[in-house]
């Protein structure tokens, strides 16, 4: 009974590994066809360093525009604090100038 339970168990783990390996060439044959069309040359390096350059200025688009966003939050924010709460007006522009003066200190 234990000799058959082996023999299935070393049968499926023969199975699998036969599996693996079939699978294991054609990931690598895919591979291979991936590469076609991608081999170093100049151009290919050229046309990677204007992907790197775009890739940059977009980010740095988008940080902007979050950092402009954000800052159009913060301002209708004292607007709105300051047309609902009168009275903590300048309680309210000193807290503001204090916390802008504070997070432009390096930590």
Known sequence: CAKNQLRNVSK???SELQSSKKRHIKIVEQCESLKKGREDSDAREEALIELKAIKQKYHSVRNWEQYEYFTDNIFTMR????KNFPQGKEQLEH???EVSYNSHEPS
């Open 79 to 82: 607007q709105w604090c300051s």
């Open 95 to 97: 807290l503001y100038n």
């Open 12 to 14: 499926r783990l023969e």
